[in-house]
């Protein structure tokens, strides 16, 4: 069964510092990895997706995520914290079969930016 | 292109009643999947449909059902509320399945009283 676990429930940087949001996962095949960002009262947006083509995976608003097989990890990164970036971010790997598609989220991180 | 349209975006019912979510993929996407989203339990997957047919179902009781219509659009129904079917329901849709990019409507929060 595939699975995901965010380190951190809670991520508090200053703007302008780093960020890292943590995601490891566990797939018995090739997994399809996503992270999303949820603002309040809000659906999920999608910043980057997975799909083996590049371990490197650069997506929106400045935001990368490196896979790394031998670590099973997915971390999320920002070079530059900006106040807008405060949100809750959520890990997804996608389960697909003949059963159909379906992603599985980690519990999620929220991300505080102060000033 | 427009998004994923959810209606309606708020709700309030009491236990005991049943209510009915709606869905409009983007589109061109024949995959709608639905989500539960609660404080406690984080986003689950309910169920998926694909071309009319519901291809997987998550881990919930049959009180929670859904369906699609031939123009994509997809309905969620949930019979005989409880207190813990407060959440936030969320759509997203697909252009096909099998890992492809999910993407989400903004929502329908469901308070049961």
């Known amino acids: 069964a595939q699975s995901v676990t965010q380190l951190g429930s809670h991520v508090s940087v200053s703007e302008g510092a780093l960020v890292l949001l943590r995601c490891n996962y566990s797939s018995s095949v090739p997994p399809y990895l996503f992270w999303y960002v949820q603002y309040p009262n809000q659906g999920l947006q999608l910043l980057l997706k997975?799909?083996?083509?590049?371990?490197l995976v650069k997506g929106i608003n400045g935001f990368e995520a490196e896979f790394k097989k031998s670590e099973t990890s997915f971390h999320l990164t920002k070079p530059s914290a900006h106040m807008s970036d405060a949100a809750e971010y959520f890990c997804?790997?996608?389960?697909?079969?003949?059963?159909?598609?379906?992603?599985?989220f980690g519990k999620g991180t929220t991300l505080s930016v102060s000033s | 292109k427009a998004g994923v349209t959810q209606t309606p975006r708020y709700l309030i019912k009491t236990r005991g009643q049943q209510v009915t979510l709606s869905c409009s993929p983007i589109?061109?996407?024949?995959?709608v999947s639905w989500y539960q989203q609660t404080p406690g339990q984080g986003l689950q997957f309910l169920f998926e449909y694909f071309s009319e047919t519901q291809r997987n179902k998550g881990n919930f009781p049959g009180r929670f059902s859904g369906r699609q219509f031939s123009n994509s659009r997809s309905e969620m129904n949930v019979s005989t509320l409880e207190l813990g079917d407060s959440a936030l329901y969320l759509c997203?849709?697909?252009f096909g399945a099998g890992g492809e990019t999910q993407y989400f409507g903004p929502g329908t929060r469901l308070l049961v009283l």
């Open positions: 997975y799909t083996s083509a590049a371990t």
């Open positions: 589109s061109g996407h024949r995959s």
């Open positions: 997804a790997v996608s389960s697909f079969n003949q059963a159909g598609t379906a992603l599985i």
């Open positions: 997203a849709s697909s």
